[in-house]
């Protein structure tokens, strides 16, 4: 076997998109009248945190030949994250999101198309070779040809010693069916991911309120000994296997400007601290503590902070 040293410490695999974040705080999508252009999508942010973090981070992505993909390139390389295995498409323009801002859980309309284009030439063995944690999420598991790579990706980066991880930000408006959702996300968790949900979209998922302990119970059954549920400025609870519930409240935000991408800012922290070898009490406080700077900026997480010095 080729030289295994694992230094790719975050590979992500998902959406690279633009995100148009209305300018009318807690106004309805049919209401906003101005919106802002942002670098968007999960597995992004989670990559560009990382890099920020200095953790050394590649995105597996998809995205048109086009001025949004020319911007998309220019804010992953300015914050340090490989770009090289991002395929740029002729056929499809690059996918584009309109986002309600909110202080509360966001609307959103998606306009999907080079997104799903993920091709399993995107993904060689000596990648995950190199690579400590493989990061998707539940949107870019949604949509084929994406959605085959992934799951054949991951079941090859579990056998070659990857950690996985996977944020189940379930949406039905993404999925052709709730069943096509179940079938592919019970696939994913047989590979024991670190799982991130929150409790918005287990309530989209479950389609009425679950309590947190049988949350837990059904990620575990399906074969994640992990599962972190996020409970917005409840703070979060974690559930291990065989071991008792962790529960942190949030940090306090006198204002919250944007909630878009908080989630993404807390499970960056929380991977940042689990490839340090923190302990997940840690994991836990670094996350909480990033997802709360998150909050007070909108669109990513601001140029001008250090934003390690803020968390260790």
């Known amino acids: 076997m080729k030289n295994n040293i694992k230094n790719i410490d975050i590979l992500c695999v998902g959406e690279a998109l633009i995100d148009f974040i209305g300018h009318q705080t807690n106004t309805l999508l049919n209401n906003t009248r101005d919106?802002?252009?942002?670098?968007?999508?999960?597995?992004?942010?989670?990559?560009?945190?990382?890099?920020?973090?200095?953790?050394?981070?590649?995105?597996?992505?998809?995205?048109?030949?086009?001025?949004?993909?020319?911007?998309?390139?220019?804010?992953?390389?300015?914050?340090?994250?490989?770009?090289?295995?991002?395929?740029?498409?002729?056929?499809?323009?690059?996918?584009?999101?309109?986002?309600?801002?909110?202080?509360?859980?966001?609307?959103?309309?998606?306009?999907?198309?080079?997104?799903?284009?993920?091709?399993?030439?995107?993904?060689?063995?000596?990648?995950?070779?190199?690579?400590?944690?493989?990061?998707?999420?539940?949107?870019?598991?949604?949509?084929?040809?994406?959605?085959?790579?992934?799951?054949?990706?991951?079941?090859?980066?579990?056998?070659?010693g990857c950690k996985l991880s996977i944020d189940i930000n379930y949406a039905k408006k993404l999925w052709s069916s709730k069943n096509e959702a179940l079938k592919i996300i019970k696939t994913y968790c047989k590979f024991n991911p670190l799982i991130k949900i929150s409790e918005d979209d287990m309530l989209r998922f479950f389609e009425k309120k679950i309590p947190h302990h049988?949350?837990?119970?059904?990620?575990?059954?399906?074969?994640?000994?992990?599962?972190?549920?996020?409970?917005?400025?409840?703070?979060?609870?974690?559930?291990?296997?065989?071991?008792?519930i962790i529960f942190l409240p949030a940090i306090k935000v006198e204002k919250v400007l944007d909630t878009t991408g908080a989630g993404d800012a807390f499970w960056s922290g929380f991977l940042f601290a689990y490839i340090k070898e923190k302990s997940i009490q840690e994991c836990l406080q670094v996350a909480l503590k990033l997802a709360a700077l998150k909050l007070q900026n909108v669109g990513r997480l601001p140029n001008n902070i250090n934003v390690i010095s803020k968390l260790l």
């Open 35 to 160: 919106y802002h252009r942002y670098l968007g999508g999960s597995p992004t942010n989670v990559a560009m945190n990382s890099a920020r973090l200095g953790l050394n981070s590649l995105i597996v992505a998809t995205v048109g030949n086009d001025a949004f993909s020319e911007y998309i390139f220019k804010k992953l390389t300015d914050a340090g994250v490989n770009t090289s295995t991002i395929r740029k498409i002729d056929y499809k323009p690059t996918s584009v999101i309109f986002v309600s801002k909110s202080e509360g859980t966001p609307d959103f309309i998606p306009f999907r198309a080079a997104d799903c284009e993920i091709t399993e030439n995107q993904i060689s063995t000596e990648t995950l070779l190199k690579t400590k944690i493989f990061h998707t999420t539940c949107f870019a598991l949604s949509k084929k040809p994406a959605q085959s790579t992934i799951l054949k990706k991951a079941e090859e980066a579990n056998k070659l």
């Open 214 to 244: 049988e949350i837990f119970e059904f990620f575990h059954e399906l074969g994640a000994d992990t599962v972190c549920l996020t409970l917005g400025e409840n703070g979060v609870k974690l559930s291990q296997s065989g071991k008792n």
